[in-house]
C-alpha cells in the first residue's frame, strides 16, 4: 500500500516540528519497515531537524541511526544556547512584566492614554519597547523545541497586542501560527480551536493586495510592517490550515470520547469544509473557502473527509441536520475530483452511493482497511471505520430490498452468516434498526418508512433562500449593479396621457415628473439611466422623443401638439 501513502503530499504544507516530532509520521514510516528503508526515513528526518534549531532532537536521530554528534552539531548547539541568552536579555522587562502582573494589568499598560498617571505610561513605553524582543525569544523557544514555553509567550504577545492587531502585523500573524503550532505540540487540545479560528478571522480580515504585486518587506525603519495577502495567498494559507487541523486530529476513538467528556471542541476539516455560518465577508471569504482550497491544491485531503464523514454517528457540521445530507454534498466533491485523485476510500464511496454497486463496495472495503492501517492519521480508526462502513452498505441495501437472505447479507458484508445475524441482532438492539429476524427462513424483514412528501419538500427546499440570495449577488458582481433595477413605467405613461392637449402639455410634464421621480426610487434599468443621461434610443428618435425620463417624454410630446 504504499502507492496510497501521502507522506510526501502533506509534507510540504506541514510544519518541520510537525513531522519530526516523537511518535509523529517519520515514526510512524519507521515502523512501516515493508514499504520503507528504516535508515533512510531516519536520514530524511535528521535532514529535516537540521533546518530547525532543535539540536537536542537531532542528536536523539543520530542515536537511533547509532551515530555519534559531529563536532559542527556540538558547536552549534553552543551558539544556540549562547543566541537564546542574548534573546532572554533582550526580553527581560516583558518576561518581568508578564511573570509578575495579571493579563489585565498587561492590557490597562498597553491601553494607556494621556490622561493615565504617569507611572502607566512609563510602564506602557517599557512594555511596547520590549514586545519585539519578547517576540523573538517566543519564536526561538518554538524553533528549539521548547513548544511549552513558547505556547505560554505567543499567547501572551498575542493577547498584549489586543485591539493593535487589527493592523495584522507580520509578527502578529506569525504569532497566530506559532500558537496553534504549539497548541497541537504540546497536546493542548482545548486551546485548538480557538487558535484555528483567530487564523481563520485573522486571513479574511486582513488587507486584501492584488495579485502580483509584491508584498511590504520589513526594513531597518518599519521591522514589523502591515501584512498584506492577495487572494491566491489566502487560498494557500487555508490550504496549510486544513493540513495543520489534521495533525490535532484524534488518533484513536478512545481518545476522541476522552477529549469530549473533557469539553475539548477539537477541530476537524469538516468544520471547515461545511461551515455553519454561511456569510460572504468580501472576494474570496465566502462560505466554500476551504472548499476551494481543497480543490485547487490539495485533492487528497478528501480521505480524511471522507473518513470523518463516514466515522462520525452524530451530524459532522451544524450545517446538516443528517449524515446523509452531508454524504451528498461529499459525494459531489469526490465526483468532480475523481480525474484528480482517487483511493480505495473515496471509490468505497462511489461504489455505494454512485454506482450502487455492492460487490465492488465489498471489495473496496477491504483495500480500504489496509489503506487506513498504513495511513499516518487514520491507522487508529481502521476498525471503527470497517464497522461504520458495513452499517452504510446495510442501510444502502435496506433501501432496495424489503426481506434480505442473512447468508448473502454476510457475503455483501465479509462476515459468515452467524457474524452477519449477531451484528444485526446488535443493530437492532442499539435501536438503530427497525427490523425482525426470520431464524427459521434465515432470513431478515425490514420495516420500510419512507419520508412523507412533506418532509421531502423540506429537505429540498431548506437551503433555498440562501442559495437564491448568493446567486443574486454573484449576478449582481458579474453585471455591476445591483438587482431589481427595472423601470417604472407608470411615470411614462402618467406624462403621456398628460400631452394629448396643447393646453394640457405643460400638465403632462408635470405628470411624467411625478412619474420619473416615482420611477428613481427604484433602481433604473440600463436603458432608464441612458434616458436619465439625455440619450434617448432609436425607438425613442423615431418618435421625436428627447425629453427626460418616461414621463418627461411624454410632457415634451403634449408641448409639440399643443404648438401646432
Known sequence: MAEYDLTHKIAPFADVHFLVQPDGPFDFLVGQAAYFQIPDVMRAKVALLQKTKNTDGEVRALEELEEYPSPELEARSKA?????????????????????????????????GATDPP?????KEKLLAALPAYYDYAKFKYE?????????????YIQAIGDRAAFSTVRYSNALWGRLGSAILTQQWHLVKEAVDAIDKHIMTVKRREDGVPPTKPTAADPDPIR?????????????????CLFAYP????????????????????????????DKQ?????????????????????????????????????????KQDVIKEVIWLIEQEAYNYQDPITQFLQCLYVRFDFDGAQEKLQACYHVLRNDYFLSGWADAFLTEARQLIFETYCRIHQKIDINMLGQKLGMSAAEAEKWIVDLILDSKLVAKIDSRDNYVEMDTHSPSVYQQVLDRTERLASSTFRLGTDTQKIFGQPMGGYPDRRGGGGGGRGGEEGERGDRGDRGGGRGGGRGEERQPSLRAQGLMDGQPSERDERRGVGGHGGGGAGGG????????
Open 80 to 112: 544556540l544556547d549562547d543566541e537564546e541568552e542574548v534573546l532572554r536579555e533582550a526580553a527581560g522587562d516583558a518576561l518581568d512584566m508578564f511573570s509578575i502582573d495579571d493579563m489585565t494589568k498587561i492590557k490597562e499598560y498597553v491601553t494607556a
Open 119 to 123: 507611572e502607566r505610561l512609563e510602564c
Open 144 to 156: 528549539r523545541g521548547e513548544y511549552d514555553d513558547a505556547s505560554i509567550f505567543l499567547n501572551n
Open 228 to 244: 498584506s495577502m492577495s487572494d491566491r495567498e489566502k487560498l494557500q494559507l487555508r490550504t496549510w490550515l486544513l493540513h495543520w
Open 251 to 278: 488518533a484513536t476513538p478512545e481518545e476522541a470520547r476522552k477529549r469530549e467528556d473533557a469539553g475539548d471542541k477539537w477541530e476537524n476539516i469538516l468544520e471547515l469544509i461545511f461551515p455553519a455560518n454561511d
Open 282 to 322: 468580501g472576494p474570496g471569504n465566502g462560505p466554500d473557502r476551504y472548499r476551494q482550497a481543497l480543490q485547487n491544491n490539495a485533492p487528497w485531503l478528501l480521505r480524511y473527509m471522507t473518513t470523518m464523514v463516514i466515522l462520525h454517528k452524530r451530524p459532522v457540521s451544524e450545517r446538516f441536520r443528517r
Open 557 to 564: 410630446r403634449g408641448v409639440r401638439r399643443g404648438g401646432s
